[in-house]
Antibody
């Protein structure tokens, strides 16, 4: 069974940094496309970043240059380093896998971790 | 940028009725890369449909997807009480690679 568990969220001041972790079980983060999707309170889903099986990475324009996605094969964990945080980064951040046969759709999701950027 | 516009914003229906949700793209793209998700309050999204018309694992056959080019549809043939939720479409394309629609809420009439 695939499980994705996000941690690392919390309250952070504008301009601050935070690192989110996504511990995976039942799926190898280095052998799958893995990504982050966020949802601001009461709003819709917004794609944030995806890391394919190669070293290439993809970022939404809204986070490019501020967020960095990475993975640790030994810990089977996906990360999202978030710097220069702004109020509009406030959201629940979901870790998700892109299935090998789902035509780039996200087939497994974690329960999410809430990031609140506020002074 | 390919913008996905979902309609209607809210759909008020009763159990047993048919729900038809629309997702329109501003630019044509391969229908292989269109997905639908269901999200209930306080829960993560759940993949329903990928490749425009393929049901994900464990999804009941009352959910079906269709469409091509710029116009896609999610149909729920007979609404069950657990189907009242928000539904999102998502496409994979060029720039940005992944895009979500703004969502359609299916609410109890």
């Amino acid at each position: 069974e695939v499980q994705l568990v996000e941690t690392g969220g919390g309250l952070i001041q504008p301009g601050g940094s935070l690192r989110l972790s996504c511990a995976a079980s039942g799926v190898a983060v280095n052998n799958n496309y893995m990504g982050w999707v966020r949802q601001a309170p009461g709003k819709g889903l917004e794609w944030v970043s995806v890391m394919p099986t190669s070293a290439y990475t993809y970022y939404a324009d809204s986070v490019k240059g501020r967020f960095t996605i990475s993975r640790d094969e030994s810990k089977n964990t996906l990360y999202l380093q978030m710097n220069s945080l702004r109020a509009d980064d406030t959201a629940v951040y979901y870790c998700a896998r892109i299935g090998p046969r789902t035509k780039y759709a996200f087939d497994y999701w974690g329960r999410g971790t809430l990031v609140t950027v506020s002074s | 940028e390919n913008v996905l516009t979902q309609s209607p914003g809210t759909l008020s229906l009763s159990p047993g009725e048919r729900a038809t949700l629309s997702c329109r793209a501003s630019q044509s793209f391969s229908n292989s890369y269109l997905a639908w998700y269901q999200q209930k309050p306080g829960q993560a999204p759940r993949l329903l449909i990928y490749g425009a018309s393929s049901r994900a694992t464990g999804i009941p056959d009352r959910f079906s997807g269709s469409g091509s080019g710029t116009d896609f549809t999610l149909t729920i043939s007979r609404l069950e009480p657990e189907d009242f939720a928000v539904y999102y479409c998502q496409q994979y394309g060029n720039s940005p690679p992944w895009t979500f629609g703004q969502g359609t809420k299916v609410e109890l009439k």
